[in-house]
Structure formats: structure tokens, C-alpha cells
């Protein structure tokens, strides 16, 4: 169990995907993205989400982020926050995505 203060650390925030391009550089199948989260920042992620999404689909999503860890190097690309989502029983990941419009930068409460 984690005390209500611990979960009010966390930043998780939705953003926009405004790029979406393939990783080749990457040991596993992934892409880069470039998400918008609001205010003009936009920051930089790795997703292995290759299995149900292809990079042109992608752009104009939105996802659940969490942008409270920091940056992992990734190969050559610094992946800045983690977009989230469920493994499924075939490991695939289906994206955690709010079911309603939101505006970028809007925080999970």
C-alpha cells in the first residue's frame, strides 16, 4: 500500500503525439515519438507499441504520461518521459489513452 502523498509525487499528465517515426537504432521494435504537453513543451519517448500502432496513426493521439522519471538513454535517443500502457496476453501494448478529449498538459488526478 502507498500512502495518498505518494501517489500526489507523481506527474502524470496527458499530452498530444505530434511525431511518431520508427526506431531502427533500437534492439527491440519500437518507435520514437514527440509529445506535446502543452505550453510548448514537448518531450521525447521510446514506445515498444510497434504490434498495434504504426507511426501514422499515431500522430494526434493522445496518451497518459508520466514525465516524473528522468531521461533514459536510449541507444542515441534520450526518451524523456514514459508513455503508458497495458501489456496484453499476446505482449502486445494497447496505450492507456483518456476516453474524452483533454487539454495537453492536464494532470491525472
Not at 534520450?78 to 492507456?96: P, Y
Request: charged share 20%.
Amino acid at each position: 500500500m502507498i500512502a495518498w502523498s505518494d501517489f500526489e509525487r507523481l506527474d502524470i499528465r496527458v499530452g498530444t503525439i505530434v511525431r511518431a517515426e520508427v526506431f531502427s537504432e533500437a534492439r527491440k521494435p519500437a518507435y520514437k515519438l514527440w509529445v506535446d504537453l502543452g505550453g510548448g513543451e514537448v518531450r521525447k519517448s521510446s514506445a515498444q507499441i510497434t504490434d498495434l500502432y504504426a507511426p501514422e496513426v499515431l500522430i494526434g493521439k493522445q496518451v497518459v504520461c508520466v514525465c516524473g522519471f528522468p531521461p533514459k538513454q536510449i541507444g542515441p535517443f534520450l526518451s524523456e518521459i514514459l508513455v503508458s500502457g497495458f501489456h496484453r496476453s499476446d505482449g502486445s501494448v494497447a496505450l492507456c489513452v483518456p476516453d474524452q478529449p483533454v487539454p495537453n498538459g492536464t494532470p491525472l488526478k
